[in-house]
């Protein structure tokens, strides 16, 4: 197996609601599997990263946003064999137990002071007399430790663990030869999550989700907006966050563990194909290229970072998608990374909640612009900014602003949100 292939097949998953409290729901899943009656109590574990991204945004099914719910849902539906698909089937008595729960105030959550994992999630489950244990470090799926009492079924050293946060062997011009040459049928299976994603933006356009920022650029607000192909290509990809982040219960395909890059990576390829009226098999060699673009990127970046994913890599692997789908070859796809990320280097992520559909619309409007501006052969030099000369070496630069050049800028971002 092609190794691009196997980094899709990781890489691009289904998932529903938020990937960091559904994350949290089902570690406590696995944590209160270990019992054999009700949760009794709950203690949460997390590494600032995941508060982050679990404050405001809304839980799919519960009209509620946060991490107690999420997390007490876990408790109670104890499902793990869903990962982040765990929600899916929720009943409503499964959703007054868990708020009964929450009227009950068994759950406390702390934050992780001895991690530098920006990925981090544990949960104790005490009930009956027994106690469950779980940890998840480094991926939203990726269990190190499962004890009951104590003793652990499943015990993983973090160093040997699924290093989600390590550099990811790629490079641009691979990843291009990749896409336009492998047979279709080894990444047709990308089209589903296309789909996946389509539908959930236009239950976006449909609906009256969060700030609507997708309905504002397709023209449906009135206003300056004015309906242009450019912006019912942002429309389009804001109307899916709009939903996902206003708790809309639909699943969502992920890239490189979030949804919003998934939204990013897809949605505004699928509707420029649509658009153009391109094949099936050229669809997926663009999401392929998009997809693969934003996991490169995101290896750099880190999991989970001070800057946004799904406006930075998302939208470039997007901008990748519409150069290949308007006929744009290797040089014109590096031309717009280096666009993209000239311009998008200082989004800084304050967690996931209803303002991510104003970055990726802010992104997508970008990777509009800078495939524009890559299709006549323009794109910034080696000579402003943060731009180098080798495409590889920008993308490089990304990762140090992301790891060495703004260490303080989480816990400050965490401070704010905390203090409000």
Same mark, same amino acid.
């Given at each position: 197996?092609?190794?691009? @292939?196997?980094?899709?097949?990781?890489?691009?998953?289904?998932?529903?609601?938020?990937?960091?409290?559904?994350?949290?729901?089902?570690?406590?899943?696995?944590?209160?599997?270990?019992?054999?009656?009700?949760?009794?109590?709950?203690?949460?574990?997390?590494?600032?990263?995941?508060?982050? &991204?679990?404050?405001?945004?809304?839980?799919? #099914?519960?009209? +509620?946003?946060?991490?107690? @719910?999420?997390?007490?849902?876990?408790?109670?539906?104890? +499902?793990?064999?869903?990962?982040?698909?765990?929600?899916?089937? *929720?009943?409503?008595?499964?959703?007054?137990?868990?708020?009964?729960?929450?009227?009950?105030?068994?759950?406390?959550?702390?934050?992780?002071?001895?991690?530098?994992?920006?990925?981090?999630?544990?949960?104790?489950?005490?009930?009956?007399?027994?106690?469950?244990?779980?940890?998840?470090?480094?991926?939203?799926?990726?269990?190190?430790? @499962?004890?009951?009492?104590?003793?652990?079924?499943?015990?993983?050293?973090?160093?040997?663990?699924?290093?989600?946060?390590?550099?990811?062997? *790629?490079?641009?011009?691979?990843?291009?030869?990749?896409?336009?040459? =492998?047979?279709?049928?080894?990444?047709?299976?990308?089209?589903?999550?296309?789909?996946? &994603?389509?539908?959930?933006?236009?239950?976006?356009?449909?609906?009256?989700?969060?700030?609507?920022?997708?309905?504002?650029?397709?023209?449906?607000?009135?206003?300056?907006?004015?309906?242009?192909?450019?912006?019912?290509?942002?429309?389009?990809?804001?109307?899916?966050?709009?939903?996902?982040?206003?708790?809309?219960? *639909?699943?969502?395909?992920?890239?490189?563990?979030? #949804? &919003?890059?998934?939204?990013?990576?897809?949605?505004?390829?699928?509707?420029?194909?649509?658009?153009? #009226?391109?094949?099936?098999?050229?669809?997926? +060699?663009?999401?392929?290229?998009?997809?693969?673009?934003?996991?490169?990127?995101?290896?750099?970046?880190?999991?989970?970072?001070?800057?946004?994913?799904?406006?930075?890599?998302?939208?470039?692997?997007?901008?990748?998608?519409?150069?290949?789908? *308007?006929?744009?070859?290797?040089?014109?796809?590096?031309?717009?990374?280096?666009?993209?990320?000239?311009?998008?280097?200082?989004? @800084?992520?304050?967690?996931? !909640?209803?303002?991510?559909?104003?970055? =990726?619309?802010?992104?997508?409007?970008?990777?509009?612009?800078?495939?524009?501006?890559?299709?006549?052969?323009?794109?910034?030099?080696?000579?402003?900014?943060?731009?180098?000369?080798?495409?590889?070496?920008?993308?490089?630069?990304?990762?140090?602003?992301? &790891?060495?050049?703004?260490?303080?800028?989480?816990?400050?971002?965490?401070?704010?949100?905390?203090? !409000?």
């Amino acid at each position: 197996m092609h190794k691009y @292939i196997e980094v899709l097949q990781k890489e691009v998953a289904p998932a529903q609601g938020c990937t960091e409290p559904i994350a949290v729901a089902y570690g406590v899943s696995i944590a209160a599997e270990q019992l054999e009656g009700p949760a009794e109590s709950i203690q949460l574990y997390l590494s600032g990263n995941i508060v982050k &991204n679990a404050l405001g945004v809304g839980i799919p #099914g519960t009209g +509620r946003t946060g991490i107690d @719910i999420a997390a007490l849902l876990g408790a109670v539906i104890r +499902r793990s064999d869903k990962k982040l698909e765990i929600l899916n089937g *929720m009943t409503e008595e499964q959703l007054q137990q868990a708020e009964a729960l929450l009227e009950k105030k068994i759950l406390k959550v702390s934050l992780k002071e001895d991690t530098t994992e920006r990925l981090y999630i544990e949960a104790v489950v005490q009930g009956g007399g027994h106690t469950g244990r779980c940890i998840i470090v480094k991926s939203h799926t990726n269990v190190v430790l @499962i004890e009951k009492d104590g003793v652990a079924s499943l015990k993983k050293e973090v160093a040997a663990s699924e290093e989600a946060d390590d550099h990811v062997e *790629m490079s641009v011009k691979e990843i291009y030869e990749f896409a336009t040459t =492998i047979p279709f049928e080894e990444i047709s299976f990308l089209l589903e999550g296309a789909k996946m &994603n389509r539908a959930v933006s236009q239950e976006g356009l449909r609906g009256d989700y969060g700030l609507r920022v997708g309905k504002a650029f397709s023209g449906a607000l009135g206003g300056l907006m004015q309906p242009t192909l450019g912006g019912d290509i942002v429309a389009a990809a804001a109307a899916a966050s709009d939903a996902r982040m206003d708790g809309c219960p *639909m699943p969502v395909m992920t890239t490189g563990g979030s #949804g &919003n890059q998934g939204i990013s990576c897809t949605v505004a390829a699928t509707a420029l194909a649509e658009k153009l #009226g391109k094949s099936d098999e050229e669809l997926a +060699r663009a999401l392929a290229l998009s997809d693969l673009i934003t996991v490169h990127i995101k290896s750099y970046i880190g999991r989970l970072s001070p800057l946004c994913g799904s406006g930075i890599a998302g939208g470039t692997g997007s901008c990748c998608a519409m150069i290949y789908l *308007m006929g744009g070859k290797l040089p014109q796809i590096e031309r717009g990374i280096q666009s993209m990320l000239a311009n998008h280097m200082g989004m @800084i992520c304050d967690g996931a !909640k209803t303002t991510c559909a104003l970055k =990726i619309a802010t992104g997508i409007q970008s990777a509009v612009l800078c495939a524009t501006l890559a299709m006549q052969d323009i794109s910034p030099t080696e000579k402003e900014g943060i731009v180098c000369k080798d495409v590889e070496e920008t993308i490089r630069g990304v990762g140090l602003l992301s &790891n060495k050049g703004v260490p303080q800028l989480d816990p400050t971002i965490l401070q704010v949100m905390l203090n !409000k």
